[in-house]
């Protein structure tokens, strides 16, 4: 079992940036497939990357590929992922998810376990 805390989230005017962390408990961070998720008021929650257990390989939403970057420091039980020219539709609560299953994963019922989420506004 992992536990998963976000942090990093806020506000930003659009073109801005900002890195969330999502730091994880326990000793086996480094067999969990990663992901992040985030959900929009009033709209379902929604893929936004993924990277494997080594991070050697990723995968991301087309809405953020080239703006968004997911890594991971397997030494610090951590998470990251950078957003760069952040655009108002980026706005929503993101959460960091991890997959038992180890491998890349875009939908959400894959997961096993959740963070609480952290709150990203982009303003206009």
């Known amino acids: 079992q992992v536990q998963l805390v976000e942090s990093g989230g806020g506000l930003v005017q659009a073109g801005g940036s900002l890195r969330l962390s999502c730091a994880a408990s326990?000793?086996?961070?480094?067999?969990?497939?990663m992901g992040w998720f985030r959900q929009a008021p009033g709209k379902e929650r929604e893929f936004v990357a993924t990277?494997?257990?080594?991070?050697?390989?990723?995968y991301y939403a087309d809405s953020v590929k080239g703006r968004f970057t997911i890594s991971r420091d397997n030494a610090k039980n951590t998470l990251y992922l950078q957003m760069n020219s952040l655009k108002p539709e980026d706005t929503g609560i993101y959460y960091c998810?991890?997959?038992?299953?180890?491998?890349?994963?875009?939908?959400?019922?894959?997961?096993?376990?959740w963070g609480q989420g952290t709150q990203v506004t982009v303003s206009s």
């Open positions: 998810a991890a997959a038992s299953a180890g491998v890349l994963m875009s939908t959400a019922a894959r997961y096993d376990y």
């Open positions: 990277i494997t257990r080594s991070g050697g390989t990723t």
């Open positions: 326990g000793r086996t961070f480094r067999t969990y497939a």
